[in-house]
């Protein structure tokens, strides 16, 4: 039942177009992002982080301590993430910064 609440969210995603075609390779969510054979943008990781967690971006940004508009000006492009916040991110969601910030190409 989780499972199938996580494809009609990825589908949901998918078609209002908030999802990359990179972000689909993670076969909707269930293998982690780490093990991506492909370079993936913070933003990519960070929208499938919430997707696999079953999270709105407003949930991170009240973890973080930001507003929902912050949080997505930043996943945007529009702002420059500083450390500060890239340590926010990486602390609500429990994993080593360096799976969201320094991805390397994987072979």
Known sequence: MENNKKENQADLMRNKGEISNTSEQLKKFDMPV???KKKLSPEQVIRALLLERNWKQSELAEKIGLTRQALN???RGFWIFPTSIKIKISQAFGIDSSVIWDLEERK
């Open 73 to 75: 000006n930043y996943l």
């Open 34 to 36: 780490k093990n991506s």
